[in-house]
């Protein structure tokens, strides 16, 4: 596979169009950023890490009957994707009170949430990835209502998945952003699930293994990463 022009170049990864004109590479740069990249960052080892990392769950996925966009390793900080239409649309659960939620409601952080919580957000640097509902989505066409439909339930089937991996090896899912994209007429699990993009707690202590090291300066970030893969049995150089 042919690595050719880069198609967009975004805070954690750069991506590239390949001789496939359905496939692109994804590059995990050692990049980190927080608040909306007002904090950034080069950490040493973290785009290796988080291209296992990623590989390790979407993998995992597959095998539950989840599509996914990802195809194979092709390199320590390199995969090869399926190239989807994105959409402009994240989708997060919350198990666990955290972060923007607790800083919206006044929530402590912390408290289980039953059910989870599932909440839109717009991709937009410049706004501030503002939180939006269906009728937002659906109102300005960022995606059809059997779109949203269909994200809802891929989300909440990794929630079930991902849950029982991370319980597994004595972790708790706190939160998770996806995004997805079409491929053809499906709807696909794209860009990445580390822990840049989840909150991932130490079951018995609660000690933070995720970004809220770097969000909150508490050091160890790219070690807790590694902590979290060597516990899931992610194999890294
Ligand atoms: N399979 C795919 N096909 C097409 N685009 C993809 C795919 N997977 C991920 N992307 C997009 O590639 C970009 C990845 O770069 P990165 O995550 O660094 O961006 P970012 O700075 O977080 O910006 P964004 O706010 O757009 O996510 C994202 O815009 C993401 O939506
Ligand atoms: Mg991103």
Redesign the pocket.
């Known amino acids: 596979m042919k690595k050719k022009d880069v198609l967009?170049t975004?805070?954690?990864?750069s991506?590239y169009y390949t001789d496939d004109d359905k496939k692109?590479i994804?590059h995990f740069r050692n990049d980190t950023s927080a608040f909306d990249g007002e904090k950034i960052e080069k950490l040493a080892r973290k785009g290796e890490v988080n291209n296992k990392f990623n590989a390790f769950i979407m993998q995992k996925l597959e095998e539950a009957g989840i599509p996914t966009?990802f195809e194979e390793l092709i390199s320590d900080e390199e995969s090869l994707?399926?190239?989807?239409d994105?959409f402009p649309i994240e989708c997060v659960v919350r198990n666990i009170a955290a972060g923007s939620l607790c800083k919206r409601l006044g929530v402590e952080e912390g408290i289980e949430v039953s059910p989870p919580i599932f909440e839109f957000f717009l991709?937009d640097?410049a706004l501030h990835d503002p939180m939006i509902n269906e009728y937002h989505i659906q109102s300005f066409g960022w995606a059809k209502p059997e779109d949203v439909v269909a994200m809802q339930e891929l989300t909440f089937k990794v929630n079930t998945v991902l849950k029982k991996l991370f319980a597994d090896c004595g972790l708790l899912l706190v939160d998770y952003k996806l995004?997805f994209?079409r491929f053809g007429d499906q709807i696909v699990l794209?860009?990445?699930f580390t822990p840049d993009g989840c909150r991932l707690w130490d079951a018995e202590t609660r000690k933070k293994l995720d970004k809220d090291r770097f969000r909150q300066g508490l050091g160890g970030v790219v070690e807790a990463y590694e902590e979290v893969a060597s516990r899931l049995g992610v194999k890294l150089s």
């Open positions: 967009c975004g805070k954690a990864k991506v692109l994804l966009h994707v399926k190239k989807l994105m991709k640097d995004e994209g794209g860009d990445e």
